[in-house]
């Protein structure tokens, strides 16, 4: 018998009581290098509790270890770059809004910068503000919307209902400013849609309630978290990535900050007025989930003294300054790189223009799609049980890993 | 008293005048229904057979032969366990009701909501379950999956009906009353670990292995301090676990140890949370649980919160007196005849208890398999130790 044709046992043969010879099985152990029946393959996802979206992720266990991670995205992927190249600029805004559910705002703003950026414009002073205030509100939201995932993921509700009972603050905060909850279609090219000073919704009013709401309110879930052992011996010392592999794998954000990376766009290349508000950023150098969990909690802290001091400026600028001004529908034609520090990390734009009213191509950067591909050093001699605290720490969104 | 058999009580005319009457008050009620209501079905039965076959005595001789002594106790049997089984079912019932309102509402939601304060949810998420499909994996060994499923189901209602409401409310009273209660609670992982195999899902294998290993590691201390409270009682029969309780003072006060012990480890015994690891929901999906579908992930749901119920009625009877109130004599106000006031203390302490349970599940995360059985062998069971050493202390001194 030739060597090549007894590769894959004979299973259908085997079942009907064939004999399994040694030689087949020494075989089959040469060929898949060992015979892994301590190992096995668990295939988290698409459709499971710890996926918060649509992705996979397999991971190989031994016995409750995991020994590889394999995560597999682009379930979601509806070729969101391909169809920004057949819409005109401001038809463009709306479908940022889509590229992530807990905050839209964001990429939104972002698409508008990299426009302005290329349009060579800078924006009046109000509107700068006001989308400060809108990125904060959002990575308000979005932080909730993680901590209440982490909530579940640790197995306790309570966790989860009061953070998104504060995250529903934050949205109404969303509909007072532009009206609606989550795909907002607020920044434009050349400033926002609306200006803040209503008298029917009362934004800044309620902005500053809602603020000092929240100061007492955070301290709620930081209570109810960090001074039970339950909570906090699932989150210290698992998932350790070291500063140099989170550098070197393209990490950024909170999960970077974590490990003792002290870098952050709003801060170190700021754009808008993130350069006149006055703000810490949160560096912890442990490296582990709890880390990350505490760099992400300390932001919100921060982003609430953005907003206060972002509202206070608007208010002193009033009633009558511009926050709009009137932007050419064509972008010269040219290549442009805009960066922002989203609520998980770095996301970047690169427009390339060719002097039309279409973009000639929009490719995203999106900070998970980079982040999540770091699943392997941090899984890797965990336990099972460990597996979602530890991805939650990434703060998964697949609107805009698979565009 | 020897119990040898179930028949040796049928044959006597009236089974309360037997030495083998093992029950309580409970039983006369079914017994006078099942009497009259069998001497309707002979009557008519005996006049349906005579309309078919007149001139003839072969419908007396049915309806005698039917409606005597020892099918009346029969039927009376069956009727009794049937409302001792409604009994605790509607217990549970309103357990099951406690955890989702008081969950809602410390967790800033509202809760049930069908029916008068939201108890009729339980009875609309059982129809639900029934109307739902029942799906199942082809590669699953078919036989295993069922019968595991109805075997932990089965011992779990089982064990709930064991457990007394009162002196006058139980199924048998005898010796090993609170032996039997826990050999059944000890079947469990067993039959967790089989039907996570059976189903052929990694998950449910996963879960079933955690389930064993996690029970196993808490059944231990948890039967040291049943062994230790009986040694300081001096008998394994529940009524006079109660009895003495009311006579000396609750088992809590020597047991305080055992008290708190015993709490987390039921606690972990009927998986409830932080202990819910085997049905871990965020890795495991349902754990053993996975496969099973329909009516069966209804009930076994249900049979959870019977074990939990279990859990607190065992309590109550080993530490906290039952269904007596310390220096008040129920008996003597003359309430018990026609109200069931002992039967209403008893459930109201195990609803205490079970509202412990559920501001532990309130505020605290999944504990971690390594850390449960950590806590389990290393934590526990010295306390288990300890608590039999106070107590042999107090047995020896003649305190007790």
């Known amino acids: ?403 | 008293m020897a119990y040898s058999s179930i028949l040796d009580w049928i044959v006597y005319d009236n089974p309360m005048e037997s030495p083998f009457y093992p029950f309580g008050d409970a039983y006369n009620l079914p017994y006078d229904i099942a009497y009259k209501l069998w001497d309707i079905i002979g009557g008519t039965l005996a006049w349906l057979v005579n309309l078919i076959l007149p001139d003839t005595n072969v419908g007396l001789r049915i309806s005698e032969w039917l409606v005597c002594t020892q099918t009346n106790n029969f039927f009376a049997l069956v009727l009794f366990m049937v409302i001792i089984f409604l009994v605790a079912f509607i217990a549970v019932l309103i357990s099951l009701w406690e955890e989702r309102k008081v969950l809602g509402r410390t967790m800033d939601r509202r809760g049930t909501m069908i029916g008068m304060w939201g108890f009729l949810q339980c009875v609309a998420d059982g129809f639900k379950t029934f109307m739902k499909d029942n799906v199942q994996s082809t590669r699953a060994d078919k036989m295993t999956y069922i019968w595991t499923a109805s075997l932990i189901i089965g011992t779990s209602v089982f064990i709930d009906c064991l457990i007394p409401l009162s002196g006058r409310w139980f199924v048998v009273d005898y010796g090993a009353g609170i032996l039997i209660v826990m050999g059944l609670y000890a079947l469990a992982p067993f039959l967790i670990l089989v039907s996570g195999w059976a189903q052929n899902n990694k998950y449910s294998l996963i879960g079933g292995i955690r389930a064993a290993e996690m029970m196993i590691s808490y059944e231990v201390p948890m039967l040291i301090i049943i062994a230790t409270m009986c040694l300081l009682n001096g008998s394994f029969n529940i009524n006079d676990f109660v009895n003495n309780q009311y006579d000396t003072v609750w088992y809590i006060i020597p047991g305080i140890v055992g008290f708190i012990t015993f709490l987390i480890c039921s606690t972990a015994e009927s998986e409830r949370a932080p202990f819910d690891l085997a049905e871990a929901e965020s890795e495991l999906v349902e754990g053993w649980q996975t496969e099973y579908s329909g009516m069966k992930w209804g009930l076994i749901m249900l049979a959870d919160y019977m074990r939990g119920a279990t859990s607190c009625g065992m309590i109550v009877i080993l530490f906290l007196g039952g269904w007596t109130l310390p220096f008040i004599d129920l008996t003597a106000t003359g309430w018990t005849t026609w109200w069931p006031v002992p039967e209403l203390v008893f459930l109201l302490k195990a609803w205490i208890v079970f509202f412990i349970m559920i501001m532990i599940r309130v505020g605290v995360g999944r504990v971690r398999t390594d850390s449960i059985l950590n806590l389990g062998w290393k934590v526990f069971m010295p306390l288990a130790i300890l608590n039999l050493v106070i107590v042999l202390a107090l047995k020896v001194g003649g305190i007790f």
Request: with cysteine; proline share 4%; net charge negative.
């Open chain 1, 1 to 403: 018998m030739a060597q090549n044709e007894c590769q894959i046992p004979d299973t259908i043969a085997i079942a009907q009581g064939a004999e399994v010879t040694k030689e087949m099985v020494d075989q089959y152990n040469a060929q898949s290098g060992q015979m892994d029946m301590d190992k096995m393959w668990i295939i988290m996802g698409p459709q499971h509790p710890f996926s918060h979206g649509l992705w996979t992720l397999k991971i190989c266990a031994d016995g409750e270890i995991v020994t590889d991670a394999d995560p597999i995205v682009g379930y979601l992927h509806r070729g969101w770059e391909k169809e920004a190249e057949n819409r005109t600029y401001p038809k463009i805004i709306p479908m940022a809004d889509r590229l992530c559910y807990a905050a839209s705002m964001t990429y939104t703003h972002l698409f508008c910068m990299t426009c302005e950026k290329a349009l060579g414009i800078e924006v009046p002073e109000k509107a700068k503000y006001i989308r400060i205030v809108a990125d904060e509100i959002n990575r308000l939201q979005s932080h909730l919307m993680w901590l209440a995932a982490v909530g579940t993921d640790l197995g306790n509700y309570t966790a989860f209902l009061w953070a998104s009972r504060e995250r529903e603050y934050w949205m109404d905060m969303n509909i007072r400013l532009c009206g609606a909850r989550l795909t907002t279609n607020y920044p434009r090219i050349g400033g926002v849609r609306n200006d803040v000073f209503d008298e029917s919704t009362r934004f800044l009013r309620d902005l500053y309630r809602c603020c000092d709401h929240f100061d007492k309110s955070i301290w709620e879930l930081i209570n109810l978290i960090d001074n039970n052992s339950t909570f906090t011996s699932r989150m210290i010392g698992n998932g350790i990535i070291s500063r140099e592999r989170c550098a070197n794998l393209g990490i950024t954000g909170p999960a970077a900050r974590g490990t003792g990376i002290d870098y952050d766009i709003r801060r170190d290349d700021p754009y808008d007025n993130y350069d006149k508000v006055d703000f810490e950023v949160p560096v912890l150098t442990t490296g582990d989930s709890y880390a990350r969990y505490m760099v992400r909690m300390e932001e919100m802290i921060q982003s609430v003294k953005i907003i206060r001091q972002a509202a206070k400026k608007i208010e002193a600028l009033g009633e009558k300054a511009p926050y709009r001004l009137k932007v050419p529908s064509k972008i010269p034609a040219g290549r442009t790189f805009c960066k922002l520090e989203d609520p998980r990390g770095e996301s970047m734009m690169y427009l390339v223009s060719d002097g039309s009213d279409q973009p000639y191509r929009l490719k995203v950067r999106s900070p998970i799609f980079v982040n999540v591909s770091s699943s392997k050093d941090l899984l890797e001699g965990c336990r099972i049980a460990d597996v979602p605290v530890i991805m939650a720490m990434i703060d998964m969104c697949l609107g805009e890993t698979d565009r």
